[in-house]
């Protein structure tokens, strides 16, 4: 079985012609041409394919087959929307998938492990890494270029430079995991 990856959710009805807002994950929206799958909450997934898409305030509108009024997509909301790995582009090589790399260890400037990245979540768009540290504590991490140092794929960790006091607030003041 192919794996799928997590490229976007279903966010909001736009108009009234069928048409939903994607929160987008991938840097291009293209990924809506092939085939997807859509995914509530634990459900198994389920095929689906785009009537269209096109480019609003930076975010994809869809219109799905099978879906045609504002009811119907009210009752997709918060829907997973499913690619298989497979038909993915490769990357660059200074570039992961974040799929890739959970369960890596998260490594500090200093040398010092921080945790484990555990799941991503993207509130506002934006891609948060919930990293779990070795006592069990959660540090909600900004997942920006200017923060994460590089990626050791054999060594499987990841190196990070927080900003100046996300720790101590997740920590406590410590700074240590």
Known sequence: MARRIHMG????????KGEICVDWYADSPSLLDGPFWLQAGDAPPRPARARSWRMHKGRPLLLLEGVTGRNDIEALRGQKILVDRDLLPPVDDDEVYVEDV???AVMLPDGTRLGVLDHV??????????I???DGRE????????????????????HIAPPEGLLDIYLGGDGQA
């Not at 540090?139 to 990841?158: H, K, N, Q, Y």
């Open 9 to 16: 959710t279903l966010a909001r009805p736009h108009g009234i």
């Open 102 to 104: 959970l369960g890596f």
């Open 121 to 130: 979540e993207y509130p506002a768009g934006l891609e948060v890494w919930s």
């Open 132 to 134: 779990v540290t070795d």
């Open 139 to 158: 540090v909600l991490f900004p997942a920006e270029a200017s923060f994460i140092e590089g990626f050791d794929l054999e060594g499987e960790r990841i």
